[in-house]
């Protein structure tokens, strides 16, 4: 089983750009469907995108179609959100998800329950 270890939050202004990553330990990180998700204060988490195990199919919530983009490196074992035209409503704990073996339909992608691995989160803050 991998581990997750995401990087790359911080504050930015609105309008402005983050990268996250998600670095997995672990060989069998191709195995691996990979989402993120996020929880602001006081809400549940949610469901932001996700990813096949082969990079070939993503998934966004209709929230940031068009300002964030996830893509992995299977050889770095790492996955990303560029996160572009950020919002104050974006500010929220991003959370990197792994779950080994194939998911079938969006639904599965976009369901928290489907991910067995999470990361620790890492903070994005967007000010106005």
């Known amino acids: 089983q991998v581990q997750l270890v995401e990087s790359g939050g911080g504050l930015v202004q609105a309008g402005g750009s983050l990268r996250l990553s998600c670095a997995a330990s672990?060989?069998?990180?191709?195995?691996?469907?990979m989402g993120w998700f996020r929880q602001a204060p006081g809400k549940e988490r949610e469901f932001v995108s996700s990813i096949s195990r082969s990079g070939a199919t993503t998934y966004y919530a209709d929230f940031v179609k068009g300002r964030f983009t996830i893509s992995r490196d299977n050889a770095k074992n790492t996955v990303y959100l560029q996160m572009n035209s950020l919002k104050p409503e974006d500010t929220a704990v991003y959370y990197c998800?792994?779950?080994?073996?194939?998911?079938?339909?969006?639904?599965?992608?976009?369901?928290?329950?489907?991910?067995?691995?999470w990361g620790q989160g890492t903070q994005v803050t967007v000010s106005s």
């Open positions: 672990g060989r069998t990180f191709g195995n691996y469907a």
């Open positions: 998800a792994a779950r080994d073996g194939r998911l079938v339909g969006a639904s599965d992608y976009r369901n928290t329950n489907s991910y067995n691995v």
